[in-house]
C-alpha cells in the first residue's frame, strides 16, 4: 500500500527548544522532513546564520525565540513559535508584531504535521496564516486567555483585522523576501 505524499516531506526545518523530549517529538513526528535540532540559543544562533531552513520552530521561553525570530525574520525563514509557558495574550500579539506565521501551543504537538501542513499551504499559497490558526485554534486560545482576549487589546485586534493580508509582520517577512525585493516592491 502506499502512503500519500506529506507536504512537509524534504523540507529543512530547524526545531529548537531547551527540551529534548520536545525535540524529539517535532523530529518524529516530522519523519518525512530533515529536521536540524538546537536545545540552546547560540546553538540557534549560529545554525539560523549559517543554515537554509524552509521552516523555523521555535520556543518562546527556554531560548529566547522571541530574539531568535528577528534572525529567522531577517532571513526569510518562515517561523512558528512554539510554547507552553508563554502562553499568553502578549506573546501572540509579540510574535505577530515580530513576523511569526504562527503561535503553537505545545499542547497541540499531537497534531503538528496536520497544524504545520495547513499553516506552510497557507503561506505558500498567499492565504492569511493566521486565519487558518484562529479557525483551528480560537477554541484553546478562548480558554486560556479567557473569553474577552481580543476585546482587552481592542486597538492592536481591531488593526489587525483591517489589514489582515498584510500586517506588519507579513510586510516584515517581505522586506526580506528576495523573490520580492527583486521585482523592486
Do not use: C
Not at 34 to 44: I, L, P, W
Amino acid at each position: 500500500m502506499s502512503r500519500t505524499k506529506s507536504y512537509l516531506e524534504g523540507m529543512r526545518i530547524l526545531a529548537v527548544d531547551d527540551e529534548k523530549d520536545v525535540l524529539d517529538t517535532i523530529e518524529e513526528d516530522l519523519e518525512f522532513s530533515h529536521v536540524d535540532k538546537a536545545s540552546d540559543f547560540h546553538m540557534a544562533k549560529e545554525k539560523i546564520a549559517k543554515g537554509k531552513y524552509d521552516l523555523a520552530i521555535l520556543d518562546i521561553m527556554g531560548v529566547d525565540g522571541l530574539n531568535l525570530l528577528q534572525d529567522t525574520v531577517a532571513k526569510g525563514i518562515p517561523t512558528i513559535m512554539l510554547t507552553a509557558h508563554a502562553m499568553n495574550a502578549d506573546t501572540l500579539m509579540t510574535s505577530i508584531k515580530r513576523g511569526a506565521i504562527s503561535f503553537l501551543p505545545k499542547e497541540k504537538l499531537a497534531e503538528l504535521e496536520v497544524l504545520l501542513t495547513n499553516i506552510l499551504e497557507a503561506h505558500h499559497s498567499g492565504k492569511p496564516t493566521w486565519k487558518i490558526l484562529f479557525e483551528e485554534l480560537g477554541e484553546h486560545f478562548d480558554e486560556k486567555f479567557g473569553p474577552d482576549w481580543q476585546e482587552k487589546h481592542g486597538d492592536f485586534w481591531s488593526k489587525f483585522n483591517q489589514t489582515y493580508s498584510v500586517s506588519k509582520g507579513i510586510q516584515t517577512r517581505l522586506m526580506h523576501d528576495g523573490k520580492v525585493l527583486s521585482k523592486g516592491v
